[in-house]
């Protein structure tokens, strides 16, 4: 139950794929040992996907999580969801609907990890980005221009916490 399992949910994926790389950095057994035990962690859509394959395909893709994964980016992670993501993640907004209560700090997670995944942007390019879907009242307390790195934004935000969030109620 360490693997976690996935449903073919695109919106889900990014999550999924950065907790499975988390997993595989273990070891090189492990990551290795990822390739046979993710094909028994998919659901729904994700399963169906993958039984659908030719056997030798899954053969291939069962000796290692990089493989695994690279067949899983090719079939799910296409030129449509790049786009999609791409939009998505720069359209994400501090407290968007569907999100009316996170705190500060689950905003700028939520967004980072979609931008990860979708750009491959210096570190001060996706704090930027970041930034410009907080409120403008936050860049007072957070300049943004004083962080190099993701690290140093994201403590930022959790050491003011309280404060973006009175900020943001007035």
Known sequence: DIVPTWDG???TLARWIIRVNTISKKSETVR???GMIVP???TGRAEQWYYSLPEARREQCEQAW???RAVIGSYYMNRAWTDRTRKEALAI???ERGHERELPSDYFIRKKEL???AYDNSER???GDIMAGAPFSWHTLIPVDSFNTTEELQTAIKLREEELIRLDAL
């Open 115 to 117: 931008l990860e995944l």
């Open 93 to 95: 907004r501090y407290r």
């Open 66 to 68: 990089d493989d695994m």
């Open 9 to 11: 949910d695109t919106h």
């Open 125 to 127: 390019e996706v704090n």
């Open 40 to 42: 028994q962690r998919l």
């Open 32 to 34: 290795t040992q990822l």
